[in-house]
């Protein structure tokens, strides 16, 4: 057993005053959490280990404070250790959206989440509670890591420069752009639950941050693990648009929201791309290069609809996805 699983088991039986601890590992994120399941009296609990030097879980409880505040559905924290990085939670069951999502629910359950988002995203940031910008600094540095990560340690390539610098200013200039709201940085099938009241419960929010308005709507509606026919997700981003107007969260064209969407997802998909390739370089898990063909799919039909992004289109149909097809084939 690992020390930090000890620590963990050694806290809750002190904590919980239960001399046996059986934890049961859950599936994880892309970060350096970890997630177990245990039973007390009949009840089941969620323990998070947060290593406080990689993932610290201040954030976590801040961002819960805020939507329990807002009337949505995230766990409850029983208990913190900060200086250990240990915290127990309410368990929201097995039925995340990701496993749950099918042809005959997905209009209803995307619709639910739509409406949470639109909660969450009119909170207002003039309280006491700060949350970090996601500005171009973090946006900017999430686009050098792709460069880094996918195309210079994974695909071992050496591409123009400036066409990375065009296309990397593009986005930025897009982000900027959008009114800036309350975004939840993961909001996808793979953190959102429907729970036992058929309620919507949402997870993995300890990365809030003030950002772009259309950030968290492409994360839902392009999502990297699961995607649905394009007709279907325009359906639902023009119903988003038009909530939206209507609650005055921004004033935009329709034609001019559609471009914010199609191309913070470009950046978000970016992003997401060099987070795969890095778990495999770095944390030597290959469980995340599954979904990179569909992620770089969204990105390919993005540059189709859009003039600006037509070096780029050239430099990834030329370089790129050959180098990705060669390499996921030896993999």
Known sequence: MDQRKQALKCWLSKTLNMPNIDLRPLA?????????????????????????????????????????????????????DEAQG??????FGNKVYYSELNIKNADKLYRMAIDKLLIFQTYATESDVTLASFDQIWMLAEL??????FLEKYLELDLPQNVLHDIFELLLKNADEQPQVFIHRDYHSKNLMLLPNHELGIL????????????????????????WPANQVLTWTKSYYQSAMKNKLFHASEQQFLRWFDLMGMQRHL?????????????????????????????????????ELTAFQKLLNARIIPAWQQKWKTT
């Open 86 to 91: 240990f915290l127990l939670i309410s368990d």
């Open 28 to 80: 994880g994120d892309a970060s350096f959490r970890r997630y177990f399941r245990l039973q007390l009296d009949h009840n089941n609990f969620i323990a998070v280990d947060s290593p406080h030097d990689k993932e610290p879980f201040f954030p976590f409880i801040q961002v819960a404070n805020i939507f329990k505040n807002l009337g949505l559905n995230v766990p409850h924290i029983f208990h913190t």
């Open 204 to 227: 993995d929010f300890q990365d809030a941050m003030i950002g772009p308005v259309t950030y968290d709507l492409v994360s839902l509606l392009r999502d990297c693990y699961i995607d």
């Open 271 to 307: 992003k997401a791309i060099f987070i795969f390739a890095r778990k495999q370089l770095r944390d030597n898990n290959d469980a995340y290069l599954q979904y990179i063909p569909r992620t770089l799919k969204y990105v390919q039909a993005i540059c189709d609809h859009y003039t």
């Open 144 to 149: 050098k890591n792709f460069s880094h990560w």
